[in-house]
């Protein structure tokens, strides 16, 4: 999600100004999920030494920022050569490193978790793309029997696409805990909503209280990407900032219904939005004031090429009372801003775009894990 994440000598460069904008956030009061970490968390140790992490909601591990550590150094190395010698490799040896790179910040982030009551200081892990097409077999490959992966702040990051949905319900009502992301409209969003609340219906049928925790990530800054090949950047703004609203307002009407307050009278937890805006700064000064008011968790990458200006100083308020009037004038302009285009089209358009990435960069990990093995393997036989 955040592009040309620099390499460790930069981290260290550049620690300060990172975690002096997180805290600015923090300070006003914003949600955060941190982005594109891996192999290396001094960011996330300085934060939570600092700031006991008070409202980091989450971060990601991801399969880019895994992909570059590996390439970069020797973080690995050891834990590689570990689990050789223990017979793993391929796709079984990635989900080892990604995990155990997972289990290593969620430890970390576990005293935010359990300070927080579970409403902050989770930690995502991808899967592979390929395990989370098949639907049948997908719950059956997560080591719900090793004690390890039952970390209570760890859940699995999975896309939104409508092939995924069965597996999606079915790991809810293995009471797995769900970041699901690549979610660009509305009707996406809804799909998604209403299989996370069948899944928890389905427990409650069965006499069990719903746990899994769910996070339900927009992508802001891809949607204006996409929005851009078909406006000049003004226009594309505004096209991104109307969509962005509807997807909120929908959201929060969703989950106001007497089938959703049920559920969560039952002990079922409210999905949560994350608004990706990644480094766009015009996006993160003009919606930033709506992503609190819906209580929204705003994403921004922990580490990207220019730390100091990736999300603005100081986010913006709404002063009482106007937030009601607003959504109407909004929901009027949009349709105006939008006029012509097939947003739902352009949505999964960029749902299929973003998930081929996804498969690319899974792809790609599999190649530098095995040329990282072959290395290894070849030193250990000299």
Partial sequence: MCRNIPTRGYVAENMGRTVTTISD????????????????????????????????????????ACDRVLQAGKVFDQLIQEKLREGFYGGR????????DALHAA???????QKSGGLNGWVAVPYSPLSTNDTANMPETVPLDDARYRQPNLMISIAGLPSRLPTIESLITLNIS??????????????VAETILQAFEGCLIAGRKPSSSCFLTIPVNRLLAGFSHLFPEKSAVACVNAVLLEICLVARDLFETRRWQRVMEFGAQRPRLVCSFAGSIELCRSNLSLVREIGAVCSVAARCQDSGSSVPDRIPTVPDGKAGHRDQQQQSASGSICAGIDIEMLANSLQKDEDDALLRSWISLLDTIARKSAALTAVCHV
């Fill in 25 to 64: 956030l923090i300070d006003s009061g914003q949600g955060l999920w941190l982005e594109g970490l891996a192999g290396e968390h001094a960011t996330l140790s300085l934060l939570a030494d600092n700031r006991q992490g008070h409202s980091i909601a989450g971060l990601s591990v991801t399969l880019d």
């Fill in 93 to 100: 040896l990635a989900m080892e490193l990604l995990i155990a």
């Fill in 107 to 113: 430890n970390l982030m576990l005293p935010n978790f």
């Fill in 178 to 191: 769900l970041n699901i992301g690549l979610l660009f409209s509305s009707l996406q969003l809804r799909a």
